[in-house]
């Protein structure tokens, strides 16, 4: 595989973003002359993070660009010569330049499936010395990202679908990678856009933004616009003074609300002013700066009324903090009585958007039934994952030389399913899912309306089922280093994702305590763990360390 000028698949992993045992084993399989050993590695999990029951895959386009860029640079051989043994064989050296990832195949889960324990989300086969060099960043690609993914998407279920939902975490994320990661698949999990804009630029994430505090803050009411005159939106007409309209509506808006005009804040005024200057189409206030009822929402609708004057209408405005749902509430309520004194009727349905720190619990206060909340912003809660920060992907070994490898230990769930193996899905006659089933990749697919023997792992003993429907679940993606078919978009995948989603039942789709979704073994497959796990390894020489 020649590597491609790819800017963002070199941005995502570098070949050296790894641990230095991988470099050391590499080593040890290229003097054992076993660098060309066919191998295949499985990447997957062991439990549903968050206390659910359910994963959304992803990751994978990353992992492909990778994969396609991957090439050790003079700079990166130089460094391990560096670290490793100093009478390491130069040949080695030369072995490492030498390497890329024409001889890898990959079959994955496509992003935003569901996904579930023990079901891989990557099948990795190639030269064994070349697969092993990818475990850490190929787990460093799809770790992270299927936890975002996965985080967003519980967000979205609890907000629901109409709301709006911006992830605005990139000054709270792990470093400028984490960000970009958490931006581009908190979208893929369901997120309208983002506040990041390289996202944007790399990953064609919506993103969306408008003004903070300290916009509103460096404006004293006193500064004079070098040009106050607005044209109307239509394009026709004469300008008109945007700052002397508002102070006209100001008094008007006061007497309404019964304020004096003195009482809301000159330079937040100023600031709005400004700001609605500069995007007259999409203007949105922030009303929280000094006082929201003295203030900011007496100053948004005197600007928001001179807009509309001239033919524009304001977006939408901004809560930052105090009690969100309430402050919604009454900010509706005078929306509704302004809309009707001035004949505005636009202004009873202005957009409005809240942030403060908002986890799961406050999103499903400002999500329930009557909300006037109607976009929600949040950051660490999304980015950083709080409830759980790592999804603990493994990447095992299953197989080398057609042969398979298992990993015996003194802890039954870090058990590893030994061989080549495949992935079905199996459903109702309704479309309801069922199970998945994993079986060898040398048995034949289940059949729909045909009774399969399977065992459910974790049981104790097998059961039968008869699917109405059987979906493969792995797709191959790479083969011998080239791409077999065009990788979806990220905007398609994440209507795959809400796809997956939907089809999910509501007793595996609920948050607190949900029922478990069951995998199972084939008969075929459940026979070879148990003979394995019966064999010590110097009795069989298919049992190995994985």
């Given amino acids: 595989m020649a590597a491609e000028q790819d800017a963002e698949g070199r941005a995502a992993a570098r070949p050296l973003l790894t641990d230095l045992y991988q470099a050391t084993m590499a080593l040890g399989y290229w003097r054992a002359g076993r660098a060309q050993d066919q191998a295949e590695f499985e990447l997957f999990f062991r439990r549903c993070p968050f206390g659910g029951a359910f994963t959304l895959a992803a990751g994978l386009r990353d992992c492909v660009r990778f994969l396609r860029t991957f090439r050790l ?49 990557l099948q990795v086969s190639g030269p064994l010395l070349v697969v092993q060099l990818l475990e850490t960043p190929l787990l460093c690609l799809v770790s992270y990202a299927s936890l975002i993914a996965t985080n967003a998407a519980r967000l979205r279920l609890i907000a629901g679908p109409e709301k709006w939902l911006l992830e605005m975490g990139l000054r709270r994320a792990q470093g400028p990678d984490g960000g970009l990661t958490a931006s581009t698949y908190s979208y893929l ?82 600031a709005f002013v400004a700001y609605a200057l500069a995007f007259p189409r999409a ?80 999103l499903a206060r ?35 030389g057609g042969q398979p490898r298992m990993k015996l230990t003194e802890d ?65 993606w790479v083969q011998q280093g080239q791409l077999c078919e065009p990788l979806p978009s990220l905007a398609e995948s994440r209507a795959f994702a809400q796809l997956s989603l939907s089809r999910l039942s509501p007793a595996h789709r609920r948050l607190e305590q949900p029922e478990l979704y069951q995998v199972a073994l084939s008969e075929k497959l459940q026979a070879l763990v148990d003979k394995l796990s019966a064999s010590s390894p110097h009795e069989s020489p298919m049992v190995g360390v994985a």
């Fill in 73 to 121: 640079q003079d700079a990166d051989v130089q460094f391990l010569a560096s670290v490793l043994p100093p009478d390491t064989d130069p040949a080695f050296f030369e072995h490492l330049r030498a390497l890329d990832c024409s001889g890898v195949t990959v079959r994955a889960l496509p992003e935003g499936s569901l996904a579930f324990p023990g079901v891989p989300l």
């Fill in 189 to 270: 999990g369901g997120f309208d856009g983002s506040s990041n804009v390289l996202a944007g630029q790399l990953r064609g994430v919506p993103v969306a933004g408008t003004l903070a505090h300290s916009f509103v803050t460096s404006f004293l009411g006193t500064e004079v616009p070098p040009d106050p005159m607005l044209a109307p939106a239509a394009g026709q007409g004469p300008k008109v003074d945007l700052a002397a309209c508002v102070e006209t509506w100001l008094e008007r808006v006061c007497a309404h609300l019964g304020l004096g005009v003195q009482e809301p804040h000159r330079g937040e005024r100023a």
């Fill in 412 to 476: 039954p769930e870090k058990q590893t399913l030994p061989g080549s193996k495949a992935a079905f899905r199996l459903l109702g006659s309704n479309g309801s899912l069922l199970m998945d089933v994993l079986q060898l990749a040398e048995e034949p697919p289940p059949q729909a309306g045909q009774e399969l023997r399977v065992w459910p792992r974790g049981a104790q003993e097998s059961c039968t089922v008869r699917p109405a429907h059987v979906e493969p679940l792995l797709r191959l």
């Fill in 283 to 362: 203007f949105q206030g922030l009303l929280d700066t000094y006082s929201v009822r003295r203030s900011g929402l007496p100053n948004f609708l005197a600007v928001a009324l001179a807009l509309e004057g001239l033919g524009y209408q304001a977006v939408g405005v901004r809560l930052d903090s105090g009690d969100l749902l309430q402050q919604a509430q009454e900010i509706r309520g005078v929306f509704r009585t302004v809309a009707a004194q001035f004949r505005v009727p636009w202004l009873e349905s202005v957009p409005i958007t809240v942030s403060n720190s908002i986890d799961e619990e406050e």
């Fill in 366 to 400: 400002l999500a329930q039934k009557g909300s006037e909340v109607n976009g929600i912003g949040i950051g660490t809660s999304v980015v950083t994952c709080p409830r759980q920060p790592s999804l603990g992907c493994v990447y095992k070994l299953v197989s080398v």
